[in-house]
Each structure stands twice: as C-alpha cells, then as structure tokens.
C-alpha cells in the first residue's frame, strides 16, 4: 500500500513541476523577444539585455520601442538602481 502512495506521490510531484517548467520557459521567451526587440539598437545591446531581462523578469513588462514609452509599464519606469537613477533600459 506505502509503494502504490508513493508512486502516485511521484506522479503527481512530476505532473505539477513538469506544468511549472513550461511557464518558466514560456516567461523568458516572452522576456527575451520582448528585450531583443527593446535592444536592438543599443550601443552595449547585451548589458541592455541583462537589464531588460531583471526588470521584465520582476515587471512581467517591456515598453514598446526602442528607446522611451515608459508610460506604458509603470513598474518597469520606477525600478532605480542602487544609485537612485532608472535601472530598466
């Protein structure tokens, strides 16, 4: 009886992480064409990257364009870094 409750114990803990990954990947993919597409002209396109990526990740937003429309996302407009000056490209 403990084998069968531990094989359906295994099932399920694989059936809900396995539901988890895909959202994770399906987050970043979000992120990482949003962030591309945000850095394409940049100067240093992969710090541009790095720091689209933290705010996307933490804002689940990017602005439209490649530079401006901040409006759009609030949150991602407010994140300061540690100097007090915008974090988010």
């Given amino acids: ?14 059936i809900v992480s396995s539901s988890m990954l895909d959202l994770t990947i399906a987050e970043s993919s979000f992120c990482g064409s949003k962030c591309s597409a945000r850095c394409s002209k940049a100067g240093m396109k992969d710090r541009c990257i790095k720091y689209c990526q933290i705010c996307c990740d933490k ?12 409006h759009e996302c609030p949150c991602y407009r407010d994140l300061k870094n540690s100097k007090g000056k915008p974090k988010c490209p």
């Fill in 1 to 14: 009886m403990k084998m069968v409750q531990a094989t359906v114990f295994l099932l399920a803990f694989l």
């Fill in 59 to 70: 804002c689940k937003c990017v602005p439209s364009g490649t530079y401006g429309n901040k």
